[in-house]
């Protein structure tokens, strides 16, 4: 005779049970006993499906509402700041104005009279140049520093005496070179944004584990199969880091030097706006220049973690 002991599915094989089963076995007598498991209790309809969107709306509200509640805080802070009048205009006068900008904002009406949508494209435009220069020249050079101690020996005292320099100290040497305002400003953008590529880069190669590296010379492996198979794969999230400060640093560079240089760009057109008085436009272009400058960040924090393989 076989002795049956009813259990939940989800309790079928625990220790509990299988005790139990022990305990049958010993009292009937040698008797076999088996374990008959009942099926779980069925979910009402449509419960789980509410209590996943349930967990997304709780989710959703998580990301959203304090990053709601920080610029309603500053828009407050704002609002108390300037309700009593004073030179900086209240947040409803900037939005109004904010609203007659982006009604048109890549309209031409003059060489240095171009919509903010002009301006903003501009700017990157130096940028993508001077940091794109940068990128070619820092990340190979970084490698090298990196994988020979004595080339970095040699490169380091320049590096800190020429990192810490203002950018806008760079932006003499640029005009007296190149005799133009656009090159200038692009030089001045290589040459600020250059530092973060090199040290982070060399930084990834010297955390290369030194097994891997007698690996490969115990393998024969050329410095070309070192540098693809060894050394870019390890040191790629290093080198994402450093261009990622380095477009923010470029960012922050153009904008200086359009002041000083002229032309089209944001930077020029914050100092066209201060010269005709129009304040609200000035808060208008710190925000569009903060927007930009989190956008740029953010797509290439993406990019470091598509690349990242140590989070795989």
């Given at each position: 005779?076989?002795?049956?002991?009813?259990?939940?599915?989800?309790?079928?094989?625990?220790?509990?049970?299988?005790?139990?089963r022990a305990v049958l076995a010993a009292r009937g007598k040698g008797r076999a006993v088996k374990v008959v498991a009942a099926d779980a209790p069925a979910a009402a309809p449509g419960r789980g499906y509410g209590a996943r969107l349930g967990g997304w709306m709780r989710a959703l509200a998580a990301a959203v509402l304090p990053p709601l509640a920080g610029l309603a805080l500053l828009i407050g802070l704002w609002h108390l700041a300037t309700m009593n009048g004073g030179g900086i205009p209240t947040p409803g006068k900037t939005w109004e104005a904010a609203v007659a900008i982006f009604s048109d904002p890549f309209y031409r009406a003059g060489p240095n009279d171009q919509g903010i949508g002009w301006n903003v494209l501009s700017s990157l435009q130096r940028v993508a140049i001077g940091f794109g220069i940068a990128a070619l020249v820092g990340i190979p050079a970084?490698?090298?520093l990196g994988r020979f101690a004595v080339l970095s020996q040699m490169m380091n005292p320049i590096i800190s005496l020429l990192r810490p320099v203002s950018p806008l100290a760079w932006l003499p040497i640029g005009?007296?070179?190149?005799q133009r305002a656009d090159p200038a400003a692009t030089w001045t953008i290589f040459?600020?944004?250059?530092?973060?590529?090199i040290l982070n880069t060399a930084q990834g190669v010297t955390r290369v584990p030194q097994d891997y590296l007698n690996v490969a010379r115990v393998l024969n492996l050329s410095e070309w199969k070192v540098f693809t198979k060894i050394l870019f794969p390890a040191v790629l999230p290093y080198m994402l880091t450093g261009i990622?400060?380095?477009?923010?640093?470029?960012?922050?560079?153009i904008v200086a030097a359009e002041m000083l240089t002229g032309?089209?760009?944001?930077?020029?057109?914050?100092?066209?706006e201060w010269n005709n008085l129009k304040v609200e436009h000035i808060i208008i272009a710190i925000f569009v220049i903060g927007i930009v400058g989190l956008i740029l960040e953010q797509a290439l924090m993406l990019l470091a973690r598509r690349f990242n393989y140590e989070s795989r």
């Open positions: 005779m076989t002795l049956a002991v009813v259990a939940d599915r989800t309790d079928a094989g625990t220790a509990e049970v299988r005790g139990l970084g490698f090298l005009l007296l070179v190149f040459i600020c944004s250059i530092w973060p590529m990622r400060l380095s477009i923010g640093t470029a960012w922050l560079v032309g089209v760009g944001i930077g020029f057109w914050v100092w066209d």
